[in-house]
């Protein structure tokens, strides 16, 4: 069992950053693949990265490739989503969640089994 809780969303100009943490308890963290996602008003949940549970692959959308960053810290159960050159269209609650499953990589929702309780980011233009 996996308890997710995020934090560090919040309202920035276009071209800002943003650093979304999600602390992890339980004590089987390290051994999850972790995963962002993003909801945005109207629209599906959509696929932002995913890393594995060693920190050694990661996985970005296309939207975000070369703007955002995941990494994890699995001595302290934490997921980070580095977030920079925001958008406009990035404003959306941000999940993030935790998988049990081997497949590499996890991009679809059902593919995960835990999730947070979302962190809003709001980018103004």
């Known amino acids: 069992q996996v308890q997710l809780v995020e934090s560090g969303g919040g309202l920035v100009q276009a071209g800002g950053s943003l650093r979304l943490s999600c602390a992890a308890s339980g004590r089987t963290f390290s051994s999850y693949a972790m995963g962002w996602f993003r909801q945005a008003p109207g629209k599906e949940r959509e696929f932002v990265s995913t890393?594995?549970?060693?920190?050694?692959?990661?996985y970005y959308a296309a939207s975000v490739k070369g703007r955002f960053t995941i990494s994890r810290d699995n001595a302290k159960k934490t997921l980070y989503l580095q977030m920079n050159s925001l958008k406009p269209e990035d404003t959306a609650v941000y999940y993030c969640?935790?998988?049990?499953?081997?497949?590499?990589?996890?991009?679809?929702?059902?593919?995960?089994?835990?999730w947070g309780q979302g962190t809003q980011v709001t980018v103004s233009s």
């Open positions: 890393i594995r549970w060693s920190g050694g692959s990661t």
């Open positions: 969640a935790a998988a049990a499953g081997s497949r590499w990589p996890l991009m679809v929702y059902y593919e995960y089994d835990y």
